[in-house]
Nanobody
Framework: QVQLVESGGGLVQAGGSLRLSCAAS????????MGWYRQAPGKQRELVAR???????NYADSVKGRFTISRDNGKSTAYLQMNSLKPEDTAVYYC??????????????WGQGTQVTVSS
């Protein structure tokens, strides 16, 4: 079994900051890319940020310069530092990783989602 535990979401005023964490545990023994997605009310889920095992990053245009994705391979954890938050950042944020287990080989895994609400 694989678990992705997300934390750090909450309510914040516009201009504030939050830091999301996603910790992987269980039978996974190798992790490739890690990323954060979000889904706002009435909208499709979209990629926010992604980081490869080598540390290369990609960001949605809407968050460039404000959000930073990072990872701690020793802790099997991904982070999303969100600064200068805007009301349009309000969404459920989902952690995603591609990883390997002995039973299933290479597969995608998703966290349960954490709510981020930015008030004006």
């Amino acid at each position: 079994q694989v678990q992705l535990v997300e934390s750090g979401g909450g309510l914040v005023q516009a201009g504030g900051s939050l830091r999301l964490s996603c910790a992987a545990s269980g039978s996974i023994f190798n992790i490739g890319a890690m990323g954060w997605y979000r889904q706002a009310p009435g909208k499709q889920r979209e990629l926010v940020a992604r980081i490869t095992s080598a540390g290369s990053t990609n960001y949605a245009d809407s968050v460039k310069g404000r959000f930073t994705i990072s990872r701690d391979n020793g802790k099997s954890t991904a982070y999303l530092q969100m600064n200068s938050l805007k009301p349009e950042d309000t969404a459920v944020y989902y952690c995603n990783i591609d990883g390997w287990t002995i039973m299933t080989g290479h597969s995608d895994y998703w966290g349960q989602g954490t709510q981020v609400t930015v008030s004006s």
